[in-house]
């Protein structure tokens, strides 16, 4: 089986003559992407020192690696923090069709958040919110 | 039903138990008894007494054959907790939570057996795979075991992503998830299209990277050897043996032998060829006794894979039956490994003077896994070629398979040449005596069915 | 009462397992009782089976377990005790247990792990011996054939210490072997043509066979008699045989083993008398065997030597009676040849005890005064086997050369020639070790003294036997209706006396003056021995021209190893050096080194490198796409190479 004979069985609806307003499309924003870019790169003036160079950090003087090794505390928080974050994800919609889905989506968010509360009971009975050592 | 909420359950239990069980070796009492629980209800679901009704729209389908596999998988865990509970306890801080994973693995196991849903075999799947890299980094100041937490996790996302691209286009090509579905399309057109077969294929990718088909193996040699012992003796058993299931189940007589468009025999025999050479091979060569026994499980997947390859029932039958054989011997053999102090052959000399009983019980299992008569793995061997020759064609493959067998008898050999006939005083931790009868009870499972194969196939007529 | 059969292997079974696996716990005296013991049982039953069968006929066919069960395919490991094989019992159990006595005292000075070894190796030759008479179809006695063989060789070497006792042992055990494989092959014919192995269904179905297949049948079994009971060109086995102990000698060498073929032979009647040219070729290679072996005996001078010699040129003779269809005669000369050679053998063994181990018999004479029992006992034997009347070998030896005068004369004429060379080289033998004038050693002359009575007595008992043992077949011409052993075997050689519908050609008086010629110079030969023998006087003078010739065995061991020897071990040579070196060692190691070689390859793709791993599955997805795509090429590429 090859590729054309695939191309010539499928239907009219899949020629490729139907795709061109999208490659059109797709010509025209890379296009106006790499004109945009070009022009501005000729059109600005252009001064370059070391200071125009340097990180800006709202003014404040840089120092040592961005590298360097962090308590994993940090790590730790923030996935948690993601976690629980995106619950709300959930939340949004189901709120805006409460009525709609009535007592069953009721119990399918209540085991939702059942899971998390054990969850997140696990991770205070665990320490993984005790920032102290 | 049973065995996935209940595994699911049973594994948030143990995380609380870290919480409310001070006494770390009580831990693998409470796993025992919760995979003893977990056997016993699926045993009861397999007779038709399910503890829930849930209506679930064809996303699982429960079959005999799914069930009993179940079986097999909790008994071979609960086999394996009671042999390496006391190194697992030793492994780490989080006894609990290796335990629990150990659980959710189950509960991924139990959703692979049974999925109807392309959506549930990848959900199947993560659930199986993600507790797996963690168990794998378990130790965590070791930067061998650590390394290779990162490698099968990122090699793992990266055939995630195959697999998901995969169902994808299975999905564009025929408008649903539903397997049912799926075949259903696969049987009426009459010619497939690309779309269709080309996410089968990478589905079939995605499926050889779980099973470590070569040449997706790569993954298999760096995450056996870096995970610890324990761990690997699980990934490499009751894992594995679940992603062949889902493999076969995915592949279903109806996908392949309707779309004639693609010779899958012919994909399937160069998975096979490349598979048993590339194991077996590679096997010859390993200083260690881990790796070679990482490169060996390769080499059994390749004989697992005939079961894709002739998909009659008698391979059917036969997979469950190698399932059985290969997880049993490689507990065995990996529970004995734990105890050595040096995991290398050398470690090996001389077990048989100092402990007589464990290296003649190593010696049934390396046996097994050989496929030398009067064991399981010979008639788990003899029941995949016979499939293969019912299916009337290939019969260069099933040489081709036997002289690899032959190839594997001389490494597994080696290691017992070191234990009886090589001068040495192998150290091992110390045997407790309920240890060495639970050695006795595997290796004779596994002479039992070796000598009495037909009472264990009657179980699977289903 | 038919169950007794079992009886009679079992006991010496028994005999074995116990002095074979306790032999170094047990003392000298009880493995004697155990091993004599267990062949006296065995006798016993053999005795009460055949007084049954003289009065009731043969016995019907025991089976005691399927052996081989293949679908159409079954051997039963089944006994058959008819007349043939009792009397053939008698003889190996009888003489078996004199014998086993016999060696309690000669092998005394073994120690006792030893002398175990030698009772249990002995048990086992009896039950082998057994296996190979009882059995009722081929393949059991193939089995009996081969044990004995097995025991043959263990014994000659058990000794094993001397180099040149195991280069015996060995030789025995490969002309045997060489014998073996046409038996083998006779065995796979038959079963080919008759798809059955059983006695009783092959001489029933002999109508099926051609002409080829029974000639060829009988020539292979023919060939496999030849290892077996030592007959040109197989025989230098025997010879070299007497390495072992004496009484190893007297059994197996003399009375029974060597005897297989014959029995054999009597077993499978039908199928010769069938086969006319086989038994030419047969009658012909008995007669040249029993006259060529004779000869060589004149001028041998080890006493043992000259017995064994003796053993082939009588084997010789029982060929030649089966060849001219005398099977009567053949089993009649087997029995009384046990009864003489045994005897002889049993004699020597005395001798050499008394003299310290020598068996030269140029440095014996004048033993007769020491050693009376051996000596009377020593001298009937020699009466016997000379054939003077009224003496066993007479009567026996007189019927098969009468057979032959019925064939063909000149058969008759040489047959008679060499019994002359017999009573020669005999009385000779007896003249040079008990006449005369000792011409051993002053130390030897001090030791000499008669045997104990465990020694004697078998002498005696087997004395007595070999003077009247022949009295069971008095031939018609001398006495009509007495020849009872030709009755008692009659049902055996039915089938082949009603297919051969010759009558007797020679009369009567023509036979009995025969007979009277040959007494005569029989006599005048034994006279003229005993006067120049028992004046023999030591010398070194080497034998020239024709003597020279004899005493070194017409050189035929020479030129069976310039013949076949040498251009085998050449040939192996060659294998081993360089076919197996470059050939097969290479194609071998060469198939390991190419899997090592692999390996080694294979192992550095493992390179730890996760991007190398992901890009080597990147690839391989591709190059499964692009099968995909060209499968059909592939697969038809594929399919011409497998």
Known sequence: ?????????????????????????????????????????????????????????????????????????????????????????????????????????FYSVLMFVGFFIVGFFYIIKKGALVWED | MNAIILSAVLGVVMMFSSVFVKNKSALKHIAAAGLLVLLIANIADTYGCSLFKIDLHNMLRFDKFGLFFNTIGIGATLIYVVLSGRDIEKSGNYVAEYFALIFFVLCGLTLLTSFGNLLMLFIGIEILSIPLYILTGSDKRNLKSNEAAIKYFLMGSFSTGIMLMGIALIYGGTGSFQLEVVRSVFASYKGVSFLEIAGLLFLLVAMAFKVSAAPFHFWTPDVYDGAPS?????????????????????????????????????????????????????????????????????????????????????????????????????????????????????????????????????????????????????????YMLASVIKTGSYTWLVIFAVLFAAVSAYYYFRVIQAMYFKNGEAQTDTITPGFKAGMVIVAAIIVIVGILPQTILNWFYF | MNNLVYLIPFFPLLGFLINGLFRKSLNKPLIGIIGSGSILASFVVSLLLFFQVKSNGALPVQPLFSFIDVESFKIA??????????????????????????????????????????????????????????????????????????????????????????????????????????????????????GTVEYYEVFAQTAKLSNADIFGITILLFIGATGKSAQIPLYTWLPDAMAGPTPVSA????????????????????????????????????????????????????????????????????????????????????????????????????????????????????????????????????????????????????????????????????????????????????????????????????????????MTIPLIVLAILAAVGGLIGIPEAILPNAHKLEAFLEPVFEQSTRYVHEAHTVSHSTELMLMGVVTVIIIGVIVAAWRKFSKYQYSDAEETGLGKVLENKWYVDEIYDAVIVNPLLKLAGFLKNVVEKSGIDGIVNGVGRFVGYSARQLRLLQSGQVGNYILFMVLSLVVLFLVFWNETIISEFLKKIF
């Open chain 3, 77 to 194: 490991f089944a006994f058959q005790v008819d007349q043939l094989s009792s009397l053939f019992l008698l003889i190996i159990t009888g003489i078996g247990f004199l014998i086993h006595l016999y060696s309690t005292s000669y092998m005394h000075d073994e120690p006792a792990e030893h002398f175990g070894r030698y009772f249990a190796y002995l048990n086992l030759f009896v039950f082998s011996m057994l296996l190979l008479v009882l059995g009722a179809n081929y393949v059991i006695m193939f089995i009996g054939w081969e044990g004995v063989g097995l025991c043959s060789y263990l014994l000659i070497g058990f000794w094993f210490k001397n180099n040149n006792y195991n280069y015996a042992a060995k030789k025995a055990f490969v002309m045997n072997r060489i014998g073996d494989l046409g038996f083998l092959l006779a065995v796979f014919w038959i079963l080919a043509k008759l």
């Open chain 2, 230 to 382: 324990v761990f690997t003796s699980f990934m490499a058993t009751v894992v594995k043996a679940a992603a062949f299931v889902a493999f076969i189940r995915l592949f279903d007589a109806r996908v392949t032998e309707t779309s004639a468009a693609v010779d899958w025999k012919m994909l399937f025999s160069i998975l096979i060829i490349s598979t048993l050479l590339i194991g077996n091979i590679t096997a010859v060569f390993q200083q260690s006794v881990k790796r070679m026994l990482a490169y060996s499980s390769i080499a059994q997947a390749g004989f697992m894979l005939f079961a894709l390859f002739s998909l009659n029932d008698m391979a059917k039958e036969g997979l469950l039956l190698y399932a059985a054989a290969y997880s049993l011997a490689t507990i065995g053999i990996f529970a004995i490994l734990i105890k050595m102090k040096d995991v290398s052959f050398e470690g090996y000399n001389g077990l048989a003077k100092t402990q007589p009983l464990l290296a003649a019980t190593n010696t049934i299992f390396l046996l097994s896994l050989a496929g030398i008569p009067l064991t399981a793995g010979f008639f788990a061997k003899y």
């Open chain 3, 251 to 454: 059994l197996i060498h003399a009375a029974t083993m060597v005897t297989a073929g014959i029995y054999m032979i009597a077993r499978s009647n039908i199928l010769y008398t069938m086969a006319p040219v086989t038994q030419v070729i047969i009658a012909v290679i008995g007669l040249a065997t029993a006259v060529f072996a004779a000869t060589i005996a004149l001028k041998q001078n080890d006493i043992k030597k000259v017995l064994a010699y003796s053993t082939v040129s009588q084997l010789g003779y029982m060929f030649l009676g089966l060849g001219v269809g005398a099977y009567t005669g053949a089993v009649f000369h087997v029995m009384t040849h046990a009864f003489f050679k045994a005897l002889l053998f049993l004699g020597a063994g005395s001798v050499i005890h008394a003299m310290g181990g020598e068996q030269d018999i140029r440095k014996m004479g004048g033993l007769a005064k020491k050693m009376p029992q051996t000596n009377w006992t020593f001298l009937v034997a020699c009466f016997a086997i000379a054939g003077v009347p009224p003496l066993s070998g007479f009567f026996s030896k007189d019927e098969i050369l009468a057979a032959a005068f019925e064939k063909n004369s000149l058969l008759y004429y040489i047959g008679v020639a060499g019994a002359l060379m017999t009573a020669f080289y005999m009385f000779r033998l007896y003249a040079m070790t008990f006449l005369g004038q000792f011409r051993g050693t002053h130390e030897q002359e001090h030791h000499l003294h008669e045997s104990p009575a465990a």
């Open chain 1, 1 to 105: 089986m090859h590729i054309t004979g695939l191309l010539l069985d499928a239907p009219q609806a899949n020629t490729a003559a139907n795709y061109l307003p999208i490659a059109l499309q797709l010509l025209f924003a890379l296009g106006f992407v790499a004109t945009m870019m070009i022009v501005t790169h000729l059109l600005g003036p252009k001064r370059k020192t070391a200071d125009k160079l340097a990180t800006f950090t709202s003014g404040i003087e840089t120092h040592g690696n961005a590298r360097t090794p962090m308590a994993i505390k940090y790590f730790l928080v923030a996935i948690l923090f993601v976690l629980f974050d995106v619950e709300v994800i959930f939340f949004y919609p189901y709120a805006v069709n409460f009525r709609a889905l009535g007592w069953s989506g």
